[in-house]
């Protein structure tokens, strides 16, 4: 599967009055490092650089609006409404949209609380024009939530359950990039993002932890998890799945 990991960074919480001056997207296809992965980055501009928002929000991206207001080198400054424009063109150039192409007409999205948050602000700047996308979007809240949560989790917490131990950094690219960190946890039992982890900092190398199967007197692995609360749950799972008349018994190992 392929799909496009999207946040953006907006000076408040209401689409009608608050301006987005940052958009990040980062195409993801489970396997890759993510180091190689493909990334969007830009910065939005406004008409005479004037951009509407809430205090706390403008002081909290006070570095970004001032890198807007000095054009700083090294970086990509898009007018609003040019946004859907340019970032379809780079969907094109990575294939990921093609008109002529049933499989590529629309894009999978992912993003956390992208449908309800996102999606509102980048539509104020036309986004949906000519970046034609899926209207079912991945969200990592509701692959996290647990039965005694009160509420979906958020990013943080998604991470955390991840074994992800940083602050969310509140910039577009590197957001999008939690999000995936957080989806390829739960779609790939944590394996890709634990090599990523491991090659980068070889002193966060976490043990890993078989399971083995005993049927009819006979062992064998079946199984292996960076985590033990991941192997723990695909023990319950066999476990369910064996019911009251399975004849098998589950052990976890630590390698």
């Known amino acids: ?27 993801d296809n489970l396997t890759s490092p993510l180091e190689e ?16 928002g ?14 807007i207001a000095n054009r700083e080198h090294g970086f990509i400054y898009t007018p609003f409404d040019l946004l859907d424009e340019v970032f379809a063109s780079w969907l094109e150039e990575h294939e990921m949209l093609d008109k ?10 992912a993003g956390k609380n992208f449908a309800t948050f996102d999606l509102n602000f980048l539509k104020k700047m036309g986004f949906g024009k000519r970046t034609k996308y899926k209207h079912r979007v991945i969200d990592p809240g509701s692959m996290f939530l647990e039965a005694d949560d009160s509420m979906v989790p958020g990013l943080q917490d998604c ?56 049927t009819d007197g006979k062992l064998s692995c079946v199984a292996a998890f960076f985590s033990k609360d ?4 695909y023990v319950r799972g066999k476990m369910l799945e064996a019911g009251a008349t399975g004849s098998c018994s589950y052990t976890i190992k630590p390698q």
């Open 1 to 27: 599967m392929r799909y496009v990991s999207i946040d953006i960074e907006t000076l408040g919480l209401d689409p009608e009055w608050c301006d987005t001056i940052e958009f990040g997207a980062v195409i």
């Open 37 to 52: 992965l493909p990334r969007f980055h830009c910065y939005i501009t406004r008409p005479g650089n004037k951009y509407r």
């Open 54 to 67: 809430e205090p706390y929000a403008m002081a909290m991206h006070s570095k970004i609006l001032y890198r």
């Open 100 to 109: 002529d192409d049933d499989s590529k007409k629309s894009i999978s999205i």
């Open 159 to 214: 991470m955390a359950r991840a074994g992800v131990e940083k602050p969310v950094e509140h910039t577009a690219v590197e957001d999008a990039l939690d999000v995936i960190k957080c989806i390829r946890y739960k779609l790939c039992n944590g394996s890709t993002l634990q090599s990523v982890i491991e090659n980068a900092d070889p002193e966060k190398k976490k043990p890993k932890f078989d399971v083995y199967e005993t």
């Open 230 to 233: 991941a192997a723990e749950e």
